[in-house]
């Protein structure tokens, strides 16, 4: 049995499960593995995926992305605001118990979600999604400090929610930018 031939046809299928099994690429543009001619292993090349950024998902896409995204963000701003105006009334137990479980911003990011490939997904989305986590605490702590020592005062300023909230409009604005 010839050796060298069935370790170059070995070589040769790894190359091939490296690269995808197939490119589109008729010149590889990275060298995996090389040796020099006669010391009985071969020259293994493949395509590797080209380096730099992704190439961004359709502008319609992200337009409704972002779109989504905002609508949500306006939600927790309307919320917050009724919160505002309720405080101290009968009216703010129930919206309390409301914004305490209020999880419309899981429902937006899958649905902003579906708009993308794992290809073309920019990496703002999953930013935004961390912002408007930390904005809807915001809201549950502000939310929490109502209690019947405190209905006769004055709400509590709502800054770290308008922040937040601030934060995730830009990152839906980068969504729709694709970055």
Same mark, same amino acid.
């Given at each position: ?63 409704? !992305? ?97 922040? !937040? ?15």
């Amino acid at each position: 049995m010839n050796h060298t031939r069935t370790t170059a046809v070995v070589l040769a299928a790894a190359g091939l499960l490296l690269a995808g099994c197939s490119s589109n690429d008729p010149a590889p543009d990275k060298t995996v593995g090389a040796a020099s001619p006669g010391t009985g292993t071969a020259t293994l090349e493949a395509s590797l995926p080209p380096d730099g950024p992704k190439k961004p998902a359709p502008a319609g896409n992200r337009a409704v !992305a972002a779109k989504i995204l905002h609508a949500n963000v306006q939600h927790y701003r309307d919320s917050i605001n009724t919160g505002r105006n309720n405080w101290g009334s009968p009216k703010f137990g129930p919206w309390q118990q409301q914004a305490l479980l209020d999880l419309t911003s899981e429902d937006a990011f899958r649905k902003a979600d579906k708009q993308f490939t794992a290809d073309n997904e920019p990496s703002s989305i999953n930013t935004w999604h961390d912002d408007i986590a930390a904005a809807t605490a915001a809201i549950n702590q502000w939310a929490q400090k109502n209690t019947i020592d405190t209905t006769t005062k004055p709400a509590p300023a709502t800054t770290d929610v308008d922040k !937040a909230l601030a934060k995730a409009d830009k990152d839906a604005d980068q969504v729709a930018a694709g970055k």
